[in-house]
């Protein structure tokens, strides 16, 4: 059983979180938007967090699942679905027709497949973050930061079909809240030195969880994807 009234509290709750805290960082009250993350989550659950009108969007790491939420959504719930999670070259296409945003383009080659995927599907510019793996954890995905730059370079000359909007990253895994603070100020200030050098606004920073979107807004979100604070504790993943 979905307990519909819960998830709306804790959506209107994150959402009082995310205005206060921008307050206090000196950012406006409508800075940061607030990508529900649903993996997991059925879509009873999804169904009264849009409802709110408060959300951005929905996030999915999987296009399978995100696909099979997407399939059987009712009309009536407007809502744009984010893919946050890494994505196989294989499953490109299916991802550019599911979401209208993709938060985790992390290296040169998916952004090529992407882009003759765009032209061949006829797509305007297509919204995409590159995601940079600022901790330089072994198991994370993204570009290391010295190769956010040239990166950004190739893409812009080789990609017309791709709309750098900005930067993505997931915090370390730290309990020491000083190093997840660092992390997010260094992609801020790599995004920085990348729209200096190339002249892109860049304006997008996808950065913060459940555990750490106040620390994210404080140094420059404009996007944080907030799982189990809305929806309740996972099994795993
Ligand atoms: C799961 C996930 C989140 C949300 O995590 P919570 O801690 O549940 O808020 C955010 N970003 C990515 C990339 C994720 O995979």
């Not at 409802?51 to 399939?71: A, F, H, M, P």
């Not at 994370?140 to 190769?147: C, F, I, L, Q, Y």
Request: hydrophobic share 40%; proline share 5%; with cysteine.
């Amino acid at each position: 059983m979905v307990d519909s009234m819960a998830i709306e509290d804790k959506v209107r709750s994150v959402f009082n979180d995310i205005k206060e805290i921008s307050l206090r960082s000196g950012r406006g009250p409508e800075d940061v938007k607030l990508l529900a993350v649903s993996k997991t989550h059925p879509v009873e659950a999804l169904l009264p967090a849009v409802d709110t009108g408060l959300l951005w969007g929905l996030g999915e790491n999987r296009v399978q699942e995100g696909e099979s939420k997407i399939d059987v959504w009712p009309e009536g719930h407007p809502v744009n679905w984010h893919l946050i999670g890494h994505l196989q070259r294989n499953k490109a296409r299916k991802a550019l027709s599911l979401f209208s945003m993709i938060h985790s383009l992390d290296s040169f080659k998916l952004g090529e497949t992407l882009d003759r995927l765009v032209q061949e599907m006829g797509l305007a510019p297509y919204p995409v973050l590159i995601e940079v793996n600022t901790s330089g954890e072994e198991a994370k995905h993204g570009v290391a930061p010295e190769d956010g730059l040239p990166t950004l370079m190739q893409l812009i000359e080789s990609c017309p079909g791709l709309d750098i909007q900005g930067l993505m990253t997931v915090g370390p895994l730290s309990d020491d809240r000083s190093d997840t603070a660092r992390a997010f100020e260094s992609l801020r200030l790599l995004r920085d030195g990348m729209s200096k050098e190339t002249g892109l606004p860049l304006k997008e920073l996808s950065m913060g969880m459940s555990g750490d979107f106040d620390l994210a807004i404080e140094q420059g979100s404009t996007v944080v994807r907030i799982g189990s604070s809305i929806f309740g504790v996972r099994e795993s993943r």
